[in-house]
């Protein structure tokens, strides 16, 4: 029984399917307090069999080093009552001697986009998710993207945009992309969610500019050959064009990746990237 788990900051996605991909069931449910959370994974799991693999695809920070003592932890985050948390430690006490393999959520989004999805058949590929957050998945060479802690996209630092003097949204950074440019941002930025702003709205000229400057980064240190952005806010009518375009006019034609067409793409799986993703972590 391959078993996967997509642990997000509001939605929890558990799964049974193939190593490939595949689902084969799904169950998703409101991520609450960690033990809240795991027990309704942990029942679900266990009505359906015993799993020999799990993939877990998890909101960050979060320790992804097999070799670290603190592995399975979830690092300090703003989020109440995970700080410490020992996602591997729960899931094998109830199921002892399972094989766990265990990334974030972006980069296993990122994975199943580049190998079934909208980035099919490329190594060297991006996924970024704008949401409660920001966050970023990096295949490199046809290899996730690790280091001493993970990407941490969202709180990478750009330029301001001309005439903008919000304070930022992020707890930790205040103007990092996160603080810039994430859906609570919007929110509080324009005073209404950003699902409710329409196409023409000046907020969307402004996000496709942090987007645009983030990703500039991105092309100068880990150079994709495309660009997944998915989540909530990247929905919005017309907001992968006017980033693409930007990113462009920034790259000056220095960026060779940049000449591929399209380069800044929705994603093809939407709300099941990662959950797919952590699947196909089974089979690595």
Not at 208 to 220: D, R, V
Request: overall charge negative.
């Amino acid at each position: 029984m391959i078993a996967a788990m997509e642990l997000g900051g509001t939605k929890t996605v558990v799964a049974i399917g193939e190593s490939d991909g595949t689902l084969i069931e799904e169950y998703r449910f409101p991520t609450t307090k960690p033990e809240e959370t795991f027990q309704t994974a942990i029942e679900w799991f266990a009505k359906r069999g015993v799993p020999t693999k799990i993939g877990i695809a998890a909101f960050g920070p979060v320790q992804i080093n097999p070799k670290a003592a603190n592995w399975g932890d979830i690092l300090p985050t703003p989020k109440p009552h995970w700080s410490g948390f020992s996602i591997t430690k729960s899931l094998l006490e109830a199921f002892p001697g399972v094989e766990i393999t265990l990334e974030t959520d972006v980069n296993a989004a990122c994975l199943a986009e580049a190998r079934i999805g909208a980035a099919a058949g490329l190594d060297n590929v991006v996924y970024i998710t704008i949401g409660t957050g920001i966050g970023a998945g990096v295949l490199c060479d046809g290899r996730l993207l690790h280091g001493a802690l993970h990407p941490e996209f969202g709180h990478l630092i750009t330029p301001r945009k001309d005439g903008d003097d919000f304070a930022g949204a992020c707890s930790f950074h205040g103007i990092c992309l996160e603080g810039m440019a994430s859906g609570p941002a919007i929110e509080q930025r324009w005073g209404i969610p950003g699902g409710q702003l329409p196409p023409e709205h000046a907020a969307w000229d402004t996000e496709a500019w942090y987007l645009a400057h983030g990703i500039l980064s991105l092309l100068a240190i880990a150079p994709p050959e495309r660009v997944v952005i998915g989540g909530g806010v990247s929905q919005a009518e017309g907001l992968h064009e006017k980033t693409e375009a930007l990113v462009r006019k920034l790259a000056a034609g220095y960026f060779p990746a940049v000449e591929n067409s399209p380069y800044v793409v929705p994603p093809k799986f939407e709300q099941e990237a990662g959950i797919r993703g952590a699947l196909m972590l089974t089979g690595m």
